[in-house]
């Protein structure tokens, strides 16, 4: 069975700095995809980044970045120039060949200090 | 937004009671997902629909159920409540039983058993 590990459960970070959030995961598969939401107090869930495993480059969304390191099944996320809004709970995600049958990590509570 | 949307925002209910929650799924997409999120966890799968079939469960018992319609609609059920049943509860929709897109998250219904 698939499992996913956060350990951080809570994260600061002063704004204009950079985070990273940590994920470690447990496959024996070699297609699935891996994920990072952010879910800000009583709101939606929204995607911050996707990664395919099948891809050695790591993915990059403006100011949030992965370094998914396949043999160690580590998926770290990078928050650069962290702002306000950037505080949330983080989740880390893992999705087996697209089935859209998320396992979620336990989240990352990140706040950002002014 | 994700254009995902659901029915009611809060609800509270007694031990014994059922319970049904609602999703309005992004039109177009035939699968939703429905997850349990309890207080300080990371949402759990409890089952998901594709065209309105049950397409894969996760470790739940059967007193959960849902149904999914034509209007990209669906429903959660959960008979008989139990106070653990007290959570978050997050449906999902994306556009096919598999791929590489994302899911796109509701805001969620918040169950609280008294």
């Known amino acids: 069975a698939q499992t996913v590990t956060q350990s951080q459960p809570e994260m600061s970070v002063q704004e204009a700095e950079t985070v990273t959030l940590s994920c470690t995961y447990d496959?024996?598969?070699?297609?699935?995809?891996l994920f990072w939401y952010k879910q800000p107090p009583s709101r939606q869930m929204i995607l911050v980044i996707r990664?395919?495993?099948?891809?050695?480059q790591n993915a990059t969304e403006n100011r949030f970045s992965v370094n998914f390191q396949k043999a160690a099944k580590s998926f770290s996320l990078k928050i650069s120039d962290s702002q306000l809004g950037d505080a949330a709970m983080y989740f880390c995600?893992?999705?087996?060949?697209?089935?859209?049958?998320?396992?979620f990590g336990t989240g990352t509570r990140l706040k950002v200090l002014a | 937004e994700t254009g995902v949307t659901q029915s009611p925002t809060h609800l509270i209910k007694t031990r014994g009671q059922q319970v049904t929650l609602r999703c309005s799924s992004q039109?177009?997409?035939?699968?939703v997902s429905w997850y349990q999120q309890a207080l300080g966890q990371g949402p759990q799968f409890i089952f998901q629909y594709y065209r309105e079939e049950e397409n894969g469960r996760g470790n739940f018992p059967p007193r959960f159920s849902g149904l999914q319609f034509p209007n990209y609609s669906s429903e959660l059920n959960v008979n008989a409540l139990e106070l653990d049943d007290s959570a978050l509860y997050l449906c999902?929709?994306?556009?096919?039983?598999?791929?590489?897109?994302?899911?796109?998250f509701g805001p969620g219904t918040r169950l609280l058993v008294l």
């Open positions: 039109s177009g997409h035939n699968t």
């Open positions: 990664q395919e495993a099948y891809k050695q």
């Open positions: 496959t024996s598969e070699s297609d699935y995809y």
């Open positions: 999902a929709s994306s556009p096919g039983d598999r791929g590489s897109e994302t899911q796109y």
């Open positions: 995600a893992f999705d087996t060949s697209g089935t859209y049958k998320y396992i």
